[in-house]
């Protein structure tokens, strides 16, 4: 049950990092399954503790977190947030991929629309070539490894 609320928990902050909107896409991003271990180890006792009895989904573990931000360890807030800022910050990537990448689309994949889920496919294909800032935004928006 507790990996259960710890599985959701990181869940929420996908959602949350989705209804957060674009931010500027600088840092390095982490995956979900990478928030997932951070949110575990650094909140597993606290939302096992303090959200237990959150029904789950809909944000209302996050929601818990903020709620009992007074009490949860250290610990947890810091890792709470660190885990959503880079996670805004791959939602945010992911939103600027078609844009900064618009160029390289037209010049290596012509025949392919944007917004095409085989648009990164025909990039990683000429990624030696494709400009600094469109590997930039596919690697933050998590679509290929630096």
């Known amino acids: 049950m507790a990996k259960m609320r710890i599985w959701c928990a990181a869940s929420v902050i996908a959602a949350v990092a989705v209804l ?36 789950l989904g809909g944000g209302r573990i996050g929601a818990c977190l903020n709620q009992n931000a007074a009490k949860v360890s250290a610990k947890c807030r810091t890792t709470w947030n660190e885990v959503r800022a880079s996670l805004d910050r791959r939602v945010g990537a992911r939103n600027v991929v078609v844009q900064a990448c618009d160029a390289d689309r037209r010049r290596f994949c012509p025949d392919v629309v944007a917004g095409d889920a ?29």
């Open 20 to 55: 957060s909107g674009a931010v500027t896409a600088s840092a390095q991003t982490i995956s979900y399954a990478q928030a997932f271990d951070q949110l575990a180890g650094g909140c597993g006792a606290d939302i096992n503790k303090f959200c237990s009895k959150v029904n």
């Open 118 to 146: 085989n648009l990164i496919d025909c990039l990683a294909l000429a990624r030696r070539r494709v400009s600094a800032s469109c590997n930039q935004a596919i690697t933050d928006a998590g679509y290929w490894d630096r």
